[in-house]
């Protein structure tokens, strides 16, 4: 029974809280405020109207949750991108008892996260930005971070042969025991990797080795953005699916009923020997 217990509650925060309200001991701030107010904050008025209509594949709420997001958390963003999907959440959520660092290409991501921030101060204006081009770069200062996170571009960095320079940034920016959270269009494991990932599709154990390789020991995978409707098998790879529609009206409604991309979503520990 306890090991049953055991289970619920690392695989559910909410637990935690629970525990310590039965023992009478009062709640830390991450878990007073972390599930209702990162909820609201997803369902805020100041997302796109884009961006929530892609929270039926992306599971934003979900996928942080299962990272385990603090709002008292140092967290870096590894390529926000234009649309900024991540950083409507993240920024809000962290700006009044963390840190939300954007770091990424200085016209891609970095160009118009500035000008959301001139356009709205007050809920992205504490954003850090710093520079990451997929090198082994200073995306914050050594051994700050609780969480480095980043979203569908493994497959950028092995097209450039960057990956395993990424990696490494990642892990001198974690301080021991953080958490690096990975997302990723997921390849067919029954297919030899392309070490450049044309196709836009990674192998759920090709991106476990090139973590574990910069040193992180994974500790967790959700299978919340799994679509098993994906063949992975394109004309145009993972871009022929939405929302890119890269074949346009060719068969859209086929890759539309398909939906988008079926994703490992993976949890990576820096050890806490780590120096």
Same mark, same amino acid.
């Given at each position: 029974m306890f090991a049953c217990i055991k289970q619920s509650l690392v695989l559910n925060g909410l637990g935690v809280a629970v525990l310590l309200l039965a023992l009478g001991l009062p709640l830390p701030l991450a878990a007073q405020t =972390?599930?209702?107010?990162?909820?609201?904050?997803?369902?805020g008025p100041q997302r796109s109207e884009a961006n929530k209509a892609r929270d039926r594949y992306r599971h934003p709420l979900e996928v942080l949750t299962f990272f385990g997001l603090r709002p008292d958390a140092n967290v870096v963003e590894i390529v926000p991108g234009k649309a900024g999907y991540w950083t409507e959440i993240l920024a809000p959520y962290l700006k009044d008892h963390g840190r939300y660092t954007a770091s990424g290409d200085p016209e891609r991501d970095i160009a118009p996260l500035k000008a959301r921030i001139a356009a709205n101060p007050d809920l992205y204006g504490k954003t850090i930005i710093t520079e990451f081009t997929g090198k082994d770069q200073e995306i914050a200062p050594p051994g700050s971070a609780d969480f480095v996170l980043t979203f569908r571009n493994i497959h950028d960095w092995m097209r450039d042969g960057t990956a395993e320079a990424a990696f490494r940034a990642f892990y001198k920016a974690l301080k021991a025991g953080g958490i690096l959270g990975l997302e990723d269009h997921r390849g067919r494991p029954d297919q030899p990797q392309d070490p450049q990932a044309k196709s836009g599709y990674v192998r759920q154990d090709y991106a476990i080795a090139l973590a574990e390789k910069a040193g992180f020991k994974l500790i967790g995978s959700s299978e919340v953005n799994a679509n098993p409707k994906d063949t992975k098998d394109?004309?145009?790879?993972?871009? $022929?699916?939405?929302? $890119?529609?890269?074949?346009?009206?060719? #068969?859209?409604?086929k890759y539309a009923a398909i939906?988008? =991309? #079926?994703r490992f979503v993976l949890k990576f520990v820096k050890p806490a020997s780590a120096q």
């Amino acid at each position: 029974m306890f090991a049953c217990i055991k289970q619920s509650l690392v695989l559910n925060g909410l637990g935690v809280a629970v525990l310590l309200l039965a023992l009478g001991l009062p709640l830390p701030l991450a878990a007073q405020t =972390s599930g209702p107010a990162l909820a609201a904050i997803i369902d805020g008025p100041q997302r796109s109207e884009a961006n929530k209509a892609r929270d039926r594949y992306r599971h934003p709420l979900e996928v942080l949750t299962f990272f385990g997001l603090r709002p008292d958390a140092n967290v870096v963003e590894i390529v926000p991108g234009k649309a900024g999907y991540w950083t409507e959440i993240l920024a809000p959520y962290l700006k009044d008892h963390g840190r939300y660092t954007a770091s990424g290409d200085p016209e891609r991501d970095i160009a118009p996260l500035k000008a959301r921030i001139a356009a709205n101060p007050d809920l992205y204006g504490k954003t850090i930005i710093t520079e990451f081009t997929g090198k082994d770069q200073e995306i914050a200062p050594p051994g700050s971070a609780d969480f480095v996170l980043t979203f569908r571009n493994i497959h950028d960095w092995m097209r450039d042969g960057t990956a395993e320079a990424a990696f490494r940034a990642f892990y001198k920016a974690l301080k021991a025991g953080g958490i690096l959270g990975l997302e990723d269009h997921r390849g067919r494991p029954d297919q030899p990797q392309d070490p450049q990932a044309k196709s836009g599709y990674v192998r759920q154990d090709y991106a476990i080795a090139l973590a574990e390789k910069a040193g992180f020991k994974l500790i967790g995978s959700s299978e919340v953005n799994a679509n098993p409707k994906d063949t992975k098998d394109y004309p145009e790879g993972v871009w $022929t699916l939405p929302p $890119t529609f890269r074949l346009k009206d060719q #068969d859209r409604e086929k890759y539309a009923a398909i939906g988008e =991309s #079926d994703r490992f979503v993976l949890k990576f520990v820096k050890p806490a020997s780590a120096q």
